[in-house]
């Protein structure tokens, strides 16, 4: 049997990508914000329901621009359970990062650690939506105003997400995804910033297109992070296809929770209130005590049957080795043990259901020798 991938890109019918891109063949405008890139900027803007999105070549490059823009110093409290990006961003942008516990039940950054990291250093928070669930945005709100922080989410698990009826891009003061082949959205590679001050938008601008504003007038020391009209192209045709995409992946979620949603051991994330979820993963936490085998020998069974599932997010930011030791594992222990615990399972809109079963079926396979 062929192998079964955490994940698989979704992808337009071939004749209607093409048709899509035939018209370039005419126009011979391939980048440097054409109308591929500006139709997607106004589908986008509407479908997640914002007041202002820029397109970028990816979702590290929104967070790490998006920083950069905000012209910030100091310290920026930001959560160690997620992708390298989220920390890389802040570091890069010679910051430092101050790593806050995650919530033992949703996983994203526990809002009643933020406050008590705060000094007079300062500047911003960098709260992770995770897996689609999303973080306390009304708790991270009250202490931004509180405390004058900037936020900026990393959104890149949360595209078409809704909490109260509002678009999760409208949160905070600029809010990240990432549309990289992997995502729920995808355009091949790509991201886009979602934000509201004007000012801040046009300083985004200047990073992405090397400052350039006008024809004669170089006014900042930008970076080159545009979107090309290929990419654009094949958001403009997945786009027409992402309620469909969505659903499918609800009923993906459905199927394991029948099959797994009752085996002592295992934990899920609880459905959030209020919350329209985009079911990008499917994390399952493993509790060894109670389902008689760890993490690393389910994943290393399931491996032994093709079946790829990831670590994720394993190890955590704050342990990397480019860090040297610099950060202290130790007190972010809920970020721990979740990360040591946790599998995403193959989660994509087209994968069969027959296959859902069987990776339930090898998962629970090693309880009953
Ligand atoms: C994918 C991802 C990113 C980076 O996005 P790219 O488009 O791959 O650059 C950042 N943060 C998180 C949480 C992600 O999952």
């Known amino acids: 049997m062929d192998k079964i991938l955490v994940t698989r890109s979704s992808m337009p019918a071939y004749e209607e990508y093409i048709d899509e891109i035939k018209d370039m063949w005419e126009t011979h405008w391939l980048t440097n914000m054409g109308v591929k890139h500006k139709r997607l900027q106004e589908e986008l803007k509407s479908y997640l329901a914002v007041e202002d999105i820029d397109l970028l070549t990816n979702g590290h490059m929104a967070l790490e621009l998006s920083l950069q823009a905000m012209e910030l110093q100091g310290e920026v409290i930001t959560t160690p359970f997620t992708f390298a990006s989220t920390t890389h961003a802040i570091v890069r942008n010679g910051l430092d990062p101050v790593f806050c516990d995650i919530d033992p039940v949703d ?13 007079d250093r300062t500047c911003a928070i960098v709260p992770v939506h995770v897996y689609g669930n999303i973080c306390d945005v009304e708790q991270i709100d009250r202490i931004a105003k509180q405390y ?34 992997t995502k729920v959205f995808n355009t ?18 200047g990073l ?25 192209a094949m958001g403009i045709c997945n786009l ?5 995409e969505i659903e499918k992946r609800r009923k993906v979620y459905t199927r394991y929770m029948e099959r797994l949603g009752n085996v002592d051991g295992l934990r899920f994330n609880p459905t959030q209130s209020d919350v329209q979820s985009n079911y990008a993963y499917f994390p399952v936490v493993i509790e ?9 020998a389910v994943f290393e069974r ?3 049957h093709d079946i790829l599932a990831r670590k994720y997010f394993y190890p955590l930011t704050n342990s990397f080795e480019c860090f040297h030791g610099k950060y202290d594992t130790s007190l972010t222990p809920i970020a721990e ?11 994509y809109a087209d994968l069969p259901m027959e296959q859902v079963d069987r990776i339930c079926e090898v998962f629970l396979d090693g309880r009953h020798r």
Do not use: Q, W
């Not at 004058?148 to 905070?172: C, E, M, N, P, R």
């Not at 590679?189 to 046009?202: L, Q």
């Not at 992405?208 to 654009?232: H, L, Q, S, T, W």
């Not at 043990?337 to 989660?347: A, E, Q």
């Open 107 to 119: 996983f994203t950054i526990d809002v009643d650690k933020i406050e008590s990291l705060i000094t």
């Open 148 to 181: 004058h922080l900037k936020v900026i989410y990393d959104a890149a698990h949360a595209f078409g997400v809704t909490y109260k009826g509002s678009g999760i891009g409208s949160f905070g003061d600029a809010s990240c995804f990432s549309f990289h082949a």
């Open 188 to 205: 091949i590679e790509g991201g886009a910033v979602c934000f509201r001050d004007p000012k801040f938008g046009r300083a985004l601008y």
């Open 208 to 232: 992405k297109n090397f400052g350039i504003r006008g024809p004669e007038i170089v006014d900042g020391v930008g970076a080159n992070a545009k979107m090309n009209e290929f990419c654009a």
């Open 240 to 244: 027409r296809h992402i309620n469909e």
């Open 288 to 296: 060894e005590a109670g389902f008689g085998e760890n993490r690393e």
């Open 302 to 304: 399931l491996a032994r």
């Open 337 to 347: 043990k979740v990360s040591r615990s946790v599998l995403t399972l193959p989660m």
